[in-house]
């Protein structure tokens, strides 16, 4: 069973600090990785993808992966109460063309 | 118009019914899908189309019936479900081929409750 975790969170940050974000994947084949956020009550949008081992930065986000360890995280710098949301960590099955594999997400809350 | 649209948002039905939710994408994409979200559990991959043939089927009880008639539409076709089947249902698309295939663009859902 391939599986994608993270913890459930909530993580509670206070606005202008940096957000660390987690996930941990079992899949050693798998060659790409995503970012989503949700806001509650509202469906998931993508933020951020990876494919190298190493950092991507995009703005306030960052994400680094590191294959070796079958981990990937995501770096929120300068948060904002707006940054309040889940974020889910999803990865590409190997071997399954289109199947993301999803994480529970992790609740981020930034508090003014 | 949104890029994916989803018809019902809201559904209440009972053990008995026949619904059908409804999916529309108008953003060009190839691949549509169909996921089930449920509290606190990950969002679950139900069935993957590929230019209208059905790609994947994640072992999903035969009380759910995918149609995807063309590129732009998919069907979830409902039938004597059980009450842990309520759920928030979410269609999504994306382009198939290469790495765009994990850019999924994500419908507002359907909330279906099964009484």
């Known amino acids: 069973q391939k599986e994608v975790e993270q913890n459930s969170g909530p993580l509670s940050v206070p606005e202008g600090a940096i957000a660390s974000l987690n996930c941990t994947y079992s899949?050693?084949?798998?060659?790409?990785f995503f970012w989503y956020r949700q806001y509650s009550g509202k469906s998931p949008e993508l933020i951020m993808f990876?494919?190298?081992?190493g950092d991507k930065e995009d703005g306030r986000f960052t994400a680094q992966l590191n294959k070796a360890s079958q981990y990937v995280s995501l770096l929120i710098r300068d948060s904002q109460p707006s940054d309040s949301a889940t974020y889910l960590c999803?990865?590409?099955?190997?071997?399954?063309?289109?199947?993301?594999?999803f994480g529970a997400g992790t609740r981020l809350a930034v508090h003014p | 118009e949104t890029g994916v649209t989803q018809t019902p948002r809201h559904l209440v039905m009972g053990m008995t019914n026949k619904k059908s939710l409804k999916c529309e994408q108008h953003?060009?994409?190839?691949?549509m899908y169909w996921y089930k979200q449920s509290a606190k559990k990950p969002l679950e991959l139900m069935f993957v189309?590929?230019?209208?043939?059905?790609?994947e089927n994640n072992s999903v009880p035969s009380r759910f019936s995918p149609e995807c008639p063309n590129s732009s539409h998919l069907f979830l076709h409902l039938h004597t479900l059980q009450p842990e089947d309520s759920a928030l249902y979410l269609c999504?698309?994306?382009?198939?081929?290469?790495?765009?295939?994990?850019?999924?663009?994500f419908g507002e859902g359907s909330r279906l409750t099964v009484l």
């Open positions: 999803a990865v590409g099955i190997s071997g399954g063309y289109n199947k993301l594999i």
């Open positions: 990876i494919y190298s081992n």
């Open positions: 189309y590929n230019f209208k043939e059905q790609t």
């Open positions: 999504a698309s994306s382009l198939r081929g290469g790495r765009g295939t994990g850019e999924l663009f």
């Open positions: 899949d050693r084949g798998s060659q790409s």
């Open positions: 953003l060009g994409h190839n691949a």
